[in-house]
Structure formats: C-alpha cells, structure tokens
C-alpha cells in the first residue's frame, strides 16, 4: 500500500476543520429538555448536515486515545519508515539504535528455545564450521603423522615403504589403506514421525523396508535420548555392528542416516551434512508440514544418492611412476623377449620351408602356426629326397612342428630321371638323361631292352619322348648282331676238298638266315653291304694249289649261299690259301680250322 | 505413496501384539518391545480407492517394570487404543491413556478396539461405560486377536478418522 493515500486519511488532516468546528457546533445533548418545534427541527437540520464529520471526528479521538490502536497504526507504517529512514541515509543510526534491543531479543530466544535459532541459522552455520573444522583438521594430520612416524608395525613399515616408493605423506598412505568402504544405504527420515522420505539404496543390497528401519532407527534415537537425558540434536551419531557402520546426521526437521559397509572416510560424514542442509533448504516448508506424504519429495532420492560413495582397495592402491614404469619396461622386455624368440623360431622354420621348397620333388602349400606349433602342408614326390635329413641338418626343433605330406608326381628333371630308372630297370651299361621331359638313352644296351624302350618310355610319368643315342637304333643292333653272328661262322673242309659235307650244308642254312636278318637291318639303315666269303687252306702242300683250293672253297660256300636264297650281288667269294690262317697249325684240330671259309661284312660308313 | 504414523496403546497384555501380527508385515521380533519399548510393524490399507502405508508402533504397555514411552508417541497421526474385554481395568486404564495422550500430544485421531471377542461370556465390561464413550464420540470396535474379528475394520476405521 503506497503512502500518499494512507496520509490523506491522517486524522491530522482533519485539524482545519477541526478549529472551525467549536463555534457552529450547537449544544445538543440527548439529555437536554426538548426545544421548541422550530428548535427541534434546526436540531434536527443540524444533526443531518454536522452528524457524519462529528462521527469521524469522534472516530479519530478514539484512535489518539486508545494504544491498541494506535499499535495498529503505527504497526502498519512501521516496515515503510525504517525503508524510509534507510533511503534518507540515517540506517546507522537507526541500526544503533535497534542493536541492543535485537540483541537482547536473540538472547532471549536463546534462553527461552535455543532449538529456534539453532534450526533457523542451521543451513548456513553447517558450512562455515565445516570450513574451520577442515583447517583445525589439516594440522592435526601433521600432528597425526608424528604419530604414525613412531609406530614400526609391519603395517607401518610397509605403508611407510609404499610411501617412500610413490613420495606420498605416511599419512596420506595411511589414510589410504583406511578407506575401504561402500555406503549401502541411505535413509532421509522424518524426525517427527520417523516416517521415510526418502531412500536411496546401492545396487545388489538386500534392503529391508524402509519404513520399519526408519521408524525402528528413530525409535532407537528417542530411546537413547530418552534413557540418557540427552537433549535434542544429541542423539546417536554412530552405530557400528561388524563391519557395518549406521552414520546418522541429524537436521531441524529430518535425519539423515547412511548405512555403511566397511571403514568411511570422515569427508563422508561432511557430505552428509551437505545433503542434509540442501534438501532441509529446499524443502524447508515441506518438512515443516510433513504429513506423511511423500509426493512432494520427488528429487529428494536424487539428492541422498550423493551420499552412496564407494571406494574399494584396489582403487586406493597407488603405485609411483618408477614402479608403474619399472613393471611396464619388464612387461615390454618380456613381450619383446618372447616375440623375439618367437621370431627367430619362426625364422628357423621359414628357412627350412625354403630349404625344401628349392628341393626337386616338393611343393609346399602352406605353412604356418596352428595352436603354436608350426605346420608345413605340401606335396612330395616319393622318390624325393627325405625330408628329415634337411630337418636334422636344419635348426629348428622337430618337436615344435609337424609335416603334412601328399604324393604326386615331381616333373623335375632328376626326379624323372630316378622314376625312368626305377620303371625302365636298364642295363648297367646304358646311361639316362632326363631334358625337358625328353629321356636321352646312350651307351650300351641289347638290342631286346631297346627294342620297345620308345613306347615303354613314354608310360613314365613326366616323358613325352624318347631320344636314344645312334648306337642303340635297333636296326643298327640288329646289323651288329646278324654281323657278328656271320663273322663268327666258319665252314670247315676236308683236307683238299671244296666240297661241303652234309653237317656243313646244314649249318649253311642257319647262316642264310642270318644274313637275311642282316640284310633286313642293312635296309632299315640304308646300309649298302656286301658279303666277303673267304676261302682258307693249311699250309700243307704247294702254295699256287692251296689258293686255287681256297677260291674253290670259298666260290663253293658262295654258291650254296646263292642256293639258299641269299643275293649273288653282295656276295665275294675269295681265296686267300694260307695267308690268312685262322689258327696257328700246332695240332691237328688247329690245322682242321684253317681248311674253311670265314665271312666278313662290308659295310661302309653311310 | 501417502505414510502415516500410528500408535498402539493399551495396558500390558491386552493382546496389543497378537491383534496385529497376523495382519501387517515386520521384520523385528517382539523382543523390542521389551527392551527398545516399541515395535514397528507396517500396515497397507486401502480407504477410498486410496493406499495408505500405516506404519504402526507398537508401544509397551506399562507395567511395574517398565514405563510408557511418550516420545515414541510423537508425530503420530492417530492410535489404536486396545483394552481387554475381559479385564474391566483395562479399559479404565485405556480412558486414562487417552486423557495422557491429549495432554502429551494434543486430540488426535484414535479408535478404541475391545480386544478378546472371542471370550465375549467372560466379559466383565461394563456396558454402560461403552456407551457413554461413545456418546463422547469415541469410535469403538470389538475385536479378536484369536479369529481375527474387528482388526481390519479398526484400521480402517481409524484411517478414515486421520484423512479426517
């Protein structure tokens, strides 16, 4: 309400009025003798025009006189003149002026309650003292360290020891070690009525109902504070059963309790009175009206969940940086180590799967660790080398790895060589090489191993032809053979006759043949020949009758070869009497073999 | 959830305990009563359509060893008062205990239950005096612990009293 309307209704206002009042006013009493008519009706006249400024005059002097209301006036102005008073600049005065008796007002508050001023100042009393409690306790942590610096338990030895490895206080370690805890449980309760209003559990605790613990917990408050005499804000602060802790802070109008697991740290204690002061700030006329309601107490779990800290040893165990370094550079030397040894192990094994790779008669597929042993996979020809004689003169260990053979059939050019070997089974004499593919077949071989050795060949896996040398052309084996057949025959003579025993003429026969077998040869090789019949005589007996002996000798064989079909035109027969004995004429059965006819072939070189 | 704070009064052995223990849910053993004095013990009524979680204290009741504990009864919202219809002292002692508890914590709600139905021919209450509370306005309900008569009505009934 603004000044200026209430002044116009000051009773001072009415004071004008007031003075020029007394002389108009007529004498009129209730109790006065009644007045003539026209009296009477200027009375009444009167009474109509002056009757309400007298009833408001009448009004205000009630006012003036009677203190209640002028209490009243002076009440409803009083919170507009001590603003007014402070806008003119004149606070000081007025605050020395109210100071003794504020003074005395909060004195006599104290006195009569000082639960009233304890819940008033209590939201902004908490931090202040919390602040100096902070400082009184830094230093006695000094003083607590002395202490500890004295005790040489083996706890003490290996905090003190922890503590000089990571360059921490001995205190701080200490302290360290202490906090182990988990806050459990968190119960906001209403200290009229022990009711809960609000709960805040860690995950995975078994929690009974709030309501009974709340009411049983204040239940036990009432009944300590009852059977000591305590005074209120004086209740429990600390119930420790086990290794379970009940802190429990108390405000004006709720009580915080936190059922602890383990050893807490004393900040916990100080946040807990946080909480407290911030939910009795926020909701102040809530709790004050508590009835039971819980509603309008929404965000108040939010709040407690603050209090439901944890903290577990392996978080508080700290390690310097020499030793958190120290196990690192181990850790990395011995991962280095063994990836090393790894390496080289690996190394090993790749050197000899290159080893035999290069071998004839191997493929490798692949090679690798499975479940850390090394595993070669591949193909090997069986008439390979054996792969154990590498891995023995090699540096691996066998027992670290395994070898997966498959056969096949190796195109390299000395393993076709072996497989030709061992499937052709030649005479010791030939000699195989093995081009490409191409089986090269020299030095000597008869002529029945030759004879089907092109198409045999070409059976072995990896041949695709066959080359023999010129000596072993089976024609020219066949001449060779017929040749030296015919070359050894000899055709014996009575003493001087040409004429051809029976036995003799019979031989003859086998001879035809194999001149034709020769001659058949000869074709195949383009080889012109001729057949030399040479006759022979002992030296008995006059030498121009021994030659013409011998031509008759050899003209006689030569015409019995004609008769048997074998071509006059290769044919030569020649005497050659005694110059060309067969043997030396010793004996009698030596002498019998220089009266014969030999054979010689003639074939020049084409 | 709306909560309300109840008591149970009544002197010793009325039969306080065994009224409730078949109907709420508890977690503390009756040894509380006789050390701590109370016992808490938790009621869920439905009155209206509407879920009141009764958290009820269950007081000692005084006896040559052991005093009531009037804090116990503040912030209470309203009580069970328990007599013995078959000890007539027991409901003198009950017209007392509500005459302390308005002087200790003002004219609250409360229900009156005459405990021990089941006796009924073993009463040695005097009618008269039940009527005349009633008169006063005084709710009041028989019950039995033994057949579980009159228990849930009482709470009931003093719910309905406490939304007023």
Redesign the interface.
């Known amino acids: 309400m603004g000044s200026a309307p209430r002044h116009s209704r000051d009773p001072l206002e009415f004071r004008p009025k007031m003075a020029e009042a007394p002389p108009t006013r007529p004498a009129s009493a209730p109790d006065e003798p009644p007045l003539e008519p026209d009296a009477q009706a200027y009375l009444e006249l009167r009474q109509l025009i002056l009757a309400p400024e007298q009833e408001a005059l009448e009004r205000l002097h009630q006012r003036v006189d009677d203190p209640a209301s002028r209490t009243e006036d002076v009440g409803s102005v009083v919170a507009e003149a001590i603003q007014l008073r402070r806008k003119q600049g004149g606070d000081e005065a007025l605050s020395v002026a109210l100071a003794p008796t504020i003074e005395t007002a909060l004195r006599e508050s104290v006195r009569k309650d000082p639960a009233t001023l304890a819940d008033a100042l209590f939201p902004v009393m908490g931090p202040a003292i919390r602040r100096s409690i902070l400082e009184t306790l830094r230093s006695f942590l000094e003083s607590f360290n002395h202490i500890l610096d004295q005790s040489l338990s083996v706890k003490g030895l290996k905090w003190r020891l922890e503590a000089l490895r990571t360059g921490r206080s001995f205190t701080e370690v200490a302290l360290l070690h202490s906090l182990v805890f988990r806050v459990e449980q968190v119960f906001l309760i209403h200290r009229k009525t022990g009711l809960p209003i609000g709960h805040a559990v860690a995950s995975a605790v078994a929690m009974q109902d709030p309501a009974l613990v709340s009411g049983m917990l204040s239940a036990i408050q009432d009944f300590v504070r009852d059977s000591f005499h305590t005074s209120q804000g004086q209740g429990i602060n600390r119930m420790n059963v086990g290794d379970l802790d009940v802190w429990i802070e108390e405000g004006p109008y709720a009580i915080l309790a936190c059922v602890i697991r383990g050893i807490a740290p004393r900040d916990l204690r100080d946040r807990m009175a946080e909480v407290l002061e911030d939910v009795h700030r926020e909701y102040s006329a809530q709790l004050d009206e508590f009835d039971g309601d819980t509603a309008t107490f929404v965000k108040v779990n939010g709040e407690l969940s603050r209090c439901l800290e944890h903290r577990y040893k392996e978080e508080v165990k700290t390690k310097s940086f020499a030793f958190v370094y120290g196990t690192a550079a181990l850790g990395f030397l011995l991962i280095a180590g063994w990836l090393g040894w790894r390496s080289t192990q690996y190394n090993r094994w790749d050197r000899l799967v290159n080893t035999l790779r290069e071998q004839p008669g191997f493929v490798i597929t692949s090679f690798g660790r499975e479940h850390s042993r090394f595993v070669v996979r591949g193909m090997r020809d069986p008439l390979a080398a054996d792969p154990a004689q590498f891995i023995k003169s090699s540096d691996v260990n066998p027992a670290d790895g395994e070898f997966h053979w498959s056969g096949y059939y190796a195109l390299d050019d000395g393993i076709v060589e072996q497989r030709a070997r061992s499937i052709l089974s030649p005479p010791a004499t030939a000699v195989f090489t093995v081009k490409s593919g191409v089986l090269c077949v020299s030095g000597a071989a008869s002529a029945n191993w030759v004879k089907d050795i092109q198409s045999r060949a070409l059976l072995v896996p990896g041949i695709h032809s066959v080359e023999l040398s010129p000596e072993l052309n089976p024609g020219r084996l066949a001449f060779n053979q017929a040749k030296s057949q015919i070359e050894g025959g000899v055709v014996k003579f009575p003493v001087a006759s040409a004429a051809l025993s029976p036995a003799e003429s019979l031989s003859l026969r086998k001879l035809a043949e194999n001149i034709r077998s020769l001659l058949l040869a000869a074709d195949s090789l383009h080889q012109s020949t001729t057949l030399e019949v040479l006759g022979h005589t002992d030296s008995t007996g006059a030498e121009a009758v021994n030659l013409d002996l011998s031509q008759r000798r050899a003209d006689r064989v030569s015409w019995a070869l004609g008769q048997l079909g074998v071509p006059e035109r290769i044919l030569r027969a020649r005497g050659v009497g005694t110059t060309n004995p067969l043997r030396t004429e010793d004996n009698e059965e030596n002498r019998q073999f220089n009266r014969s006819a030999t054979f010689r072939v003639i074939a020049p070189v084409p | 959830?709306?909560?309300?704070?109840i008591c149970m009064l009544g002197s010793f052995a009325v039969g306080k305990t065994s009224l409730v223990r078949r109907f709420v849910?508890?977690?503390?053993s009756e040894v509380?009563q006789t050390t701590?004095?109370?016992k808490?013990?938790?009621k869920n009524v439905k009155v209206d359509e509407k879920e009141i979680?009764l958290?009820l204290?269950d007081i000692y009741g005084e006896d040559d060893y052991q005093k009531m504990?009037w804090?116990?009864l503040?912030?209470?919202?309203g009580y069970l008062l328990v007599a013995d219809g078959t000890r007539k002292t027991t409901l003198e002692k009950a017209v007392s205990l509500e005459q302390k508890v308005r002087e200790e914590v003002g004219a609250i709600p409360f229900v009156l239950v005459i405990n021990k139905s089941d006796l009924i021919r073993d009463w040695e209450l005097d009618p008269a005096l039940e009527s005349q509370l009633a008169a006063h306005g005084w709710g009041i309900l028989r019950s039995s612990a033994k057949t579980g008569e009159g228990v849930e009505e009482s709470f009931s009934l003093l719910t309905r009293k406490m939304l007023g």
């Open positions: 959830m709306l909560q309300k704070k849910e508890s977690i503390y509380y701590v004095g109370v808490i013990d938790k979680s958290v204290w504990r804090t116990y503040r912030g209470a919202s």
